[in-house]
């Protein structure tokens, strides 16, 4: 499943650079899906498109980037360098590890690692 952060966030910014898919945003930034990714604009879609922030205060993990770092690393690198514990489990957004992997697929084009 995705991971989320909670309020208790307090905007330190040690996840945003660990976070393998560029899924993590600053409170109030704009996303998008191309960005640390592989993905191109094609007809079905145009991931360069800029998308408004889900949250203005605090950072925010965008759920359909995040692959809990399957295809990456063991452990998902925000919950490990989170100084406060708010990186947990978004339960409304439960995958499988299969799942997981089709997602770095779908975002890297490939299903190695890149470290
Ligand atoms: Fe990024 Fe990994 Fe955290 Fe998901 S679990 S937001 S992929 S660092
Ligand atoms: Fe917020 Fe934790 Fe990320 Fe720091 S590491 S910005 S406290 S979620």
């Given amino acids: 499943m995705s991971i989320k952060i909670t309020e208790k966030c307090i905007n330190c910014g040690a996840c ?3 976070c393998p898919n560029q899924a993590i945003y ?6 998008r899906m191309s960005d640390g990714t592989s993905l191109k604009k094609n007809k079905m879609l145009d991931p360069t498109i800029f998308q408004k922030p889900k949250d203005n ?19 998902p690198q925000c919950v490990i360098i989170c100084p406060v514990k708010c990186c947990i489990p978004d339960q ?24």
């Fill in 26 to 31: 600053e409170g109030g930034k704009k996303w």
């Fill in 92 to 115: 409304n957004n439960y995958e499988t590890k299969e799942k997981l992997f089709q997602k770095k697929i779908f975002l890297h084009g490939t299903l190695h690692s890149r470290n």
């Fill in 57 to 75: 205060n605090i950072y925010f993990i965008i759920p359909e980037k995040c692959t809990e770092c399957v295809g990456f690393y063991d452990e």
């Fill in 16 to 18: 945003e650079p660990e």
